[in-house]
């Protein structure tokens, strides 16, 4: 997953915003690098509160290509996030990106893909079954029949942007406190509906990622998974954001990658989850 194009930074227009939970957002922006964002990457916000210097990284979570519109679905966390959630359609906001490897979506063509996601490791996955299907599409392997692609999602509780994925394909749900669809996480829903893959693309906590790499590499399931870590710079200049992996960096010599760099996105096999 390498030859990213050059993150581009600008001033983006707010297009909307809306509260999806008490503490989630949905917000909509104009950027003019959409053509080169593929799933599984992120974009930085920079606030204009010269308190807050670094900015603040936010995977991308849908694509409306022909209107050059990016979606990103984020918590309120502390402050930065807070100022985020302030923003109103009309206003504007610098921002820089696509940042970092997305999903290897060609490894899609001829295969049932699994799109697992859990909390906040839901809203990428959305881009990643948007890009699949969409029309016009300028590489025919990327034409999939319909339901090729599913997905499963595991929340604590009450679930957020479900719509979203059961208008476009099925959906295998979880929730811990039995809330809605199976009691328990995803790995339970997956496997009590016998869920078909032979494909997994997976967001979400740690624990979570090592439980389906676990069970990719028990059924000789090619996985990706997208790392969740605390960035900084989101160039792979400050060294803040490293994953422990199974094999030593070609620069640096040793078992760790950069997150915002090297990933966020890596094949399975190749992440320690220890």
């Not at 603040?56 to 502390?78: K, N, W």
């Amino acid at each position: 997953m390498s030859g990213n194009a050059a993150p581009t930074l600008e001033t983006a227009r707010v297009v909307s915003q809306e509260a999806l939970t008490e503490d989630t957002m949905s917000l909509w922006l104009e950027v003019s690098f959409v053509p080169k964002a593929r799933p599984g990457q992120f974009v930085s916000f920079y606030l204009d509160d010269p308190s807050r210097l670094l900015p603040r990284p936010i995977s991308i979570c849908d694509f409306e290509r022909r209107l050059s519109l990016l979606r990103f679905v984020y918590r309120i966390a502390g402050e930065g996030t807070r100022q985020l959630s302030l923003l109103r359609t009309g206003d504007s906001v610098r921002v820089m990106g696509p940042l970092g490897n997305g999903y290897p979506m060609e490894e899609m063509a001829g295969k049932r893909v699994l799109l697992i996601g859990g909390g906040l490791g839901i809203p990428p996955m959305l881009g990643c079954l948007t890009d699949a299907y969409r029309e016009p599409c300028d590489r025919e392997s990327f034409r999939l029949p319909p339901k090729a692609v599913n997905a499963a999602l595991g929340y604590r509780s009450a679930p957020f942007m479900l719509s979203d994925f059961s208008e476009k394909t099925h959906v295998y749900l979880a929730t811990e406190d039995g809330s809605a669809g199976v009691k328990g996480n995803v790995l339970t829903a997956i496997r009590e509906e016998m869920a078909p893959s032979d494909l997994i693309f997976a967001c979400g906590p740690k624990r979570m990622l090592a439980a389906v790499a676990s069970y990719a590499a028990e059924r000789c399931i090619p996985c990706y998974v997208s790392l969740e870590e605390r960035m900084a710079c989101g160039v792979g200049a400050c060294l803040g954001c490293v994953a422990k992996t199974k094999s030593e960096d070609p620069h640096y010599h040793v078992p760790y990658r950069r997150v915002c760099t090297d990933g966020p996105v890596f094949y399975a096999p190749d992440v320690d989850f220890s």
